[in-house]
């Protein structure tokens, strides 16, 4: 995989979505924190649909510890873990208060020290709540960038570390959205959709199906 071909991919991606979006609900950057610490090993319609109730009642970090770990419970007992996302939800909106004024920081130290706070979720809310060219690799990224070899990588990191050496500047804002969605709707685990991918002339999986 050479930088022209590289580039021709991140255009094509950018000309046929020039603005991409996570596909989380959230209308403030706590909002957009909470619904990632929820995503972990959930799907992101899991998680709307929990939100959707908690965030009228509760969205912000003083009211949900007005809320308590119970009734934070109630809310999100449909989402997988929910036992120990709702302890580190508490735990972290009590950092946020007496730490950063209730604010989220745009830090990824403080990011990372929250609890419930790894390095993916940092680089998610810092990417798109902050705008930073930051790349977060979940399990479809890290599939995409190895299976088209446009950052081919043994574990998470070098495969992130990859994507922001290799992947023009120009485009490294929107990229982690462009590929978690290629990931999530036609460069799919069991059965890659080659057939209708508009990079599949580029791509360099040599076991392309004709879907």
Not at 139 to 164: M, Q, W
């Amino acid at each position: 995989m050479n930088k022209e071909k590289r580039f021709e991919i991140f255009t094509r991606l950018r000309d046929d979505n020039p603005h991409p979006q996570t596909e989380l609900h959230y209308s403030s950057t706590f909002e957009l924190l909470i619904a990632v610490l929820l995503s972990a090993q959930s799907t992101d319609k899991g998680v709307n649909k929990a939100t959707a109730l908690l965030y009228p009642v509760a969205n912000t970090p003083e009211a949900i510890l007005t809320l308590g770990l119970d009734g934070l419970k109630h809310y999100i007992k449909t989402i997988g873990l929910y036992n120990a996302k709702a302890g580190n939800i508490i735990k972290t909106c009590k950092l946020l208060i007496d730490l950063h004024g209730g604010e989220v920081p745009d830090d990824q130290q403080a990011l990372e020290a929250l609890p419930g706070v790894g390095r993916k979720t940092a680089n998610v809310v810092r990417n798109t709540a902050f705008g930073h060219p930051v790349m977060a690799v979940d399990t479809h990224i890290f599939r995409v960038a190895n299976r088209t070899k446009i950052a081919p990588g043994k574990n998470v990191l070098e495969v992130e570390k990859k994507l922001v050496k290799l992947i023009p500047k120009e485009f490294m804002v929107d990229a982690h959205h462009w590929l978690i969605l290629l990931g999530r709707y036609t460069c799919i685990a069991r059965k890659p959709r080659c057939g209708s991918c508009l990079i599949e002339d580029l791509c360099e999986f040599k076991q392309k199906t004709q879907d």
